[in-house]
Nanobody, 116 residues
Framework: QVQLVESGGGLVQAGDSLRLSCAAS????????MGWFRQAPGKERELVAA?????YYADSVKGRFTISRDNAKKTVYLQMNSLKPEDTDVYYC????????????WGQGTQVTVSS
């Protein structure tokens, strides 16, 4: 019912910035809780940031990352500043449509690699 497509990942140096974008197909996008997750091989998926009428950030990215949304474009963004090598991961966009009580739709992921 909802399709999510991420873009904006790439290879950058430590201290650089990157902006991830996630385009959604949902007709009621403005009502969805949107989030960004990241996951490395062998590790659990981690919620990086989320947005409804307010925002949430993992402690590891507070002060460096900013989540935002443009409801007219049905797009959510993750602005990543002061990137560190430990931010290297596959980043996933997710939507909570209110059906399951948790994030229930996922994008394909976009790779972010931060070199030293």
């Amino acid at each position: 019912q909802v399709q999510l497509v991420e873009s904006g990942g790439g290879l950058v140096q430590a201290g650089d910035s990157l902006r991830l974008s996630c385009a959604a197909s949902g007709r009621t996008f403005s009502r969805y809780r949107m989030g960004w997750f990241r996951q490395a091989p062998g590790k659990e998926r981690e919620l990086v940031a989320a947005i409804t009428c307010s925002t949430y950030y993992a402690d590891s990215v507070k002060g460096r990352f900013t989540i935002s949304r443009d409801n007219a474009k049905k797009t959510v963004y993750l602005q990543m500043n002061s990137l560190k090598p430990e931010d290297t991961d596959v980043y996933y966009c997710a939507a909570d449509t209110g059906t399951s009580g948790d994030f229930d739709y996922w994008g394909q992921g976009t790779q972010v690699t931060v070199s030293s």
